[in-house]
Structures are given as structure tokens and as C-alpha cells.
């Protein structure tokens, strides 16, 4: 569920620098799983296929790579995405683009700031390489870029599983669920996204923290009303039973934990 964390980020983050989903230039970086997934949502919320891009270890995907399997999703990838029809690494996959989500190498090094500086003006940068993120925040923005998010908690605009986990699951399972389908996920990004929206968006804050726990009641029941409308639910409830349950059974896992780490084997949370 970290491709709806993702997919909230960017559209919060697109707002933030006043662009729109469908007109901005995406760039994947890295043609793992994850940001397979991650673009497959994207493409689903409203983003441009012809726009977007994917480029790993052997460079942008394109028509001429003929290096996957036909069953590989990345194969179709090659074919629909990159309109453009660009050659090259990951310098010339950030030319002229918008967005980067980059899920690759461990860092600090692995964008150098000079490759950002070629990106558009109002840029938007998620570089989620843990431990380490693939370039270090600060320098991105000194290399023009407007918005950057990570995966760590130390640094703003965090991108982390957790931020999806227990919503989406809190729902899936309050009704049953039978899958997990792209509609569900761009529910439960889009009720994150509303949640930051509700509060002031700046470059600083796209979507809520981990301490704002109030967004996974409100997260479990997006996805279980969206899996009740595609017919996917075995049990039906209202919005507001959802979230009654919901909210009772999160806070009181989130009470919990935090017992757990001030008096119990772990050690005290810092101030």
C-alpha cells in the first residue's frame, strides 16, 4: 500500500506547485515492482500515459528495448509509455519532466543535482531509496526542486507503508473484501489527500504524518465504501458503522503501542 501513499503525495504535491495531473510530465526512476505498481496507479488517477516514463539500470524504456519477457509488465510499458520516443539515462529521462519518483539505489549520490537542475520549474521530487534517500533533500532543493518527499520520518513529506497499511486494510477486512482493486487504492490515496487538504498544504506538508492518526478511520472506510460499489464487499455497512468500528479498533491499537513503548520492552518514544 505504499503506491497509495505515493499516489496521495502526487496529487497533494501537484496542487502545492498549481500543475494538474493530467498535463504534468512523469519519470519513473526505477523499473522495479514498486514503482511499476506506482505508475500503474498514476496512470489509473488521471496521469498521461504518453507523458510519462520509466528508466533503469539500462535506460529509458522505450520501443527498442526488447530486453523483458512478453508477460512482463514492463514490456507493455515500453510501448505506451514515452511518447517522446527519448534515449538515454537518467539525465535525459529528467529533462524537461515535472514529477520523478524515484524507488531505486540507496544514496546519497545516486541523482546528482546537476540531473535535477534539467527538470521544469516547480519541480517535484520523491526520492524513496531507504536507508538513504537516492539524494540528499537539501540538495535537491539547492538544484531547483520546489517539493521533495522521502521515506524517512526525519525529513518532511514522508512516504511510508505505514501511512497506508492500516487504513486500507482496516477496510478491506471490515467488509470482507475479495481484492484489493486500483479503485480501492485511489480511494483511500484520495481520502489522504483530503486529509492534508484540510489542514494548510505547503511544500513542507502533502500529506499527513504518522501522528495524525485520525486519517486511517477515515482511510478504512474510502476503501470499504469503494469496494462495496464494485461489488467486491461480502458484507455491507453504512459509512458511519465503518467508521465507528474503524476508528474504536485503530485507537485502540494506537493507545496500545504507545503503552508498549513507554513502559514496556521497547524504549520510550523521544520528545
Same mark, same amino acid.
Given at each position: 500500500?505504499?503506491?497509495?501513499?505515493?499516489?496521495?503525495?502526487?496529487?497533494?504535491?501537484?496542487?502545492?506547485?498549481?500543475?494538474?495531473?493530467?498535463?504534468?510530465?512523469?519519470?519513473?526512476?526505477?523499473?522495479?515492482?514498486?514503482?511499476?505498481?506506482?505508475?500503474?496507479?498514476?496512470?489509473?488517477?488521471?496521469?498521461?500515459?504518453?507523458?510519462?516514463?520509466?528508466?533503469?539500470?539500462?535506460?529509458?524504456?522505450?520501443?527498442?528495448? @526488447?530486453?523483458?519477457?512478453?508477460?512482463?509488465?514492463?514490456?507493455?510499458?515500453?510501448?505506451?509509455?514515452?511518447?517522446?520516443?527519448?534515449?538515454?539515462?537518467?539525465?535525459?529521462?529528467?529533462?524537461? #519532466?515535472? $514529477?520523478?519518483?524515484?524507488?531505486?539505489?540507496?544514496?546519497?549520490?545516486?541523482?546528482?543535482?546537476?540531473?535535477?537542475?534539467?527538470?521544469?520549474?516547480?519541480?517535484?521530487?520523491?526520492?524513496?531509496?531507504?536507508?538513504?534517500?537516492?539524494?540528499?533533500?537539501?540538495?535537491?532543493?539547492?538544484?531547483?526542486?520546489?517539493? #521533495?518527499?522521502?521515506?524517512?520520518?526525519?525529513?518532511?513529506?514522508?512516504?511510508?507503508?505505514?501511512?497506508?497499511? +492500516?487504513?486500507?486494510?482496516?477496510? $478491506?477486512?471490515?467488509?470482507?473484501?475479495?481484492?484489493?482493486?486500483?479503485?480501492?487504492?485511489?480511494?483511500?490515496?484520495?481520502?489522504?489527500?483530503?486529509?492534508?487538504?484540510?489542514?494548510?498544504?505547503?511544500?513542507?506538508?502533502?500529506?499527513? @504524518?504518522?501522528?495524525?492518526?485520525?486519517?486511517?478511520?477515515?482511510?478504512?472506510?474510502?476503501?470499504?465504501?469503494?469496494?462495496?460499489?464494485?461489488?467486491?464487499?461480502?458484507?455491507?455497512?453504512?459509512?458511519?458503522?465503518?467508521?465507528?468500528?474503524?476508528?474504536?479498533?485503530?485507537?485502540?491499537?494506537?493507545?496500545?503501542?504507545?503503552?508498549?513503548?513507554?513502559?514496556?520492552?521497547?524504549?520510550?518514544? +523521544?520528545?
Amino acid at each position: 500500500m505504499h503506491n497509495a501513499s505515493q499516489n496521495a503525495k502526487c496529487g497533494c504535491s501537484i496542487r502545492v506547485v498549481g500543475k494538474s495531473l493530467g498535463d504534468v510530465k512523469i519519470t519513473m526512476i526505477g523499473a522495479g515492482a514498486a514503482n511499476v505498481a506506482i505508475l500503474r496507479l498514476i496512470l489509473a488517477a488521471g496521469a498521461d500515459t504518453a507523458r510519462t516514463l520509466m528508466v533503469d539500470t539500462s535506460g529509458i524504456l522505450g520501443p527498442d528495448r @526488447t530486453d523483458f519477457a512478453a508477460e512482463d509488465p514492463r514490456a507493455r510499458l515500453c510501448r505506451v509509455t514515452n511518447a517522446e520516443r527519448r534515449r538515454g539515462g537518467v539525465a535525459e529521462a529528467l529533462s524537461g #519532466v515535472d $514529477v520523478a519518483i524515484a524507488l531505486s539505489k540507496p544514496g546519497p549520490d545516486t541523482l546528482a543535482p546537476e540531473w535535477l537542475k534539467g527538470m521544469n520549474d516547480h519541480a517535484i521530487l520523491f526520492a524513496c531509496a531507504n536507508p538513504i534517500s537516492e539524494i540528499w533533500p537539501w540538495e535537491a532543493k539547492e538544484a531547483g526542486v520546489r517539493v #521533495v518527499a522521502t521515506g524517512r520520518c526525519d525529513f518532511a513529506n514522508q512516504v511510508n507503508n505505514s501511512l497506508g497499511f +492500516p487504513g486500507i486494510f482496516r477496510g $478491506v477486512l471490515d467488509v470482507r473484501a475479495r481484492t484489493i482493486s486500483n479503485e480501492m487504492a485511489i480511494a483511500a490515496a484520495s481520502e489522504i489527500a483530503r486529509c492534508a487538504e484540510e489542514k494548510e498544504l505547503h511544500e513542507e506538508y502533502i500529506v499527513p @504524518t504518522m501522528d495524525e492518526w485520525d486519517v486511517f478511520p477515515r482511510e478504512a472506510v474510502a476503501t470499504a465504501m469503494k469496494a462495496q460499489d464494485q461489488g467486491l464487499a461480502r458484507v455491507q455497512k453504512s459509512p458511519e458503522a465503518l467508521h465507528e468500528e474503524a476508528r474504536a479498533t485503530i485507537q485502540a491499537a494506537h493507545k496500545m503501542m504507545k503503552t508498549m513503548m513507554n513502559s514496556g520492552p521497547f524504549a520510550p518514544m +523521544p520528545e
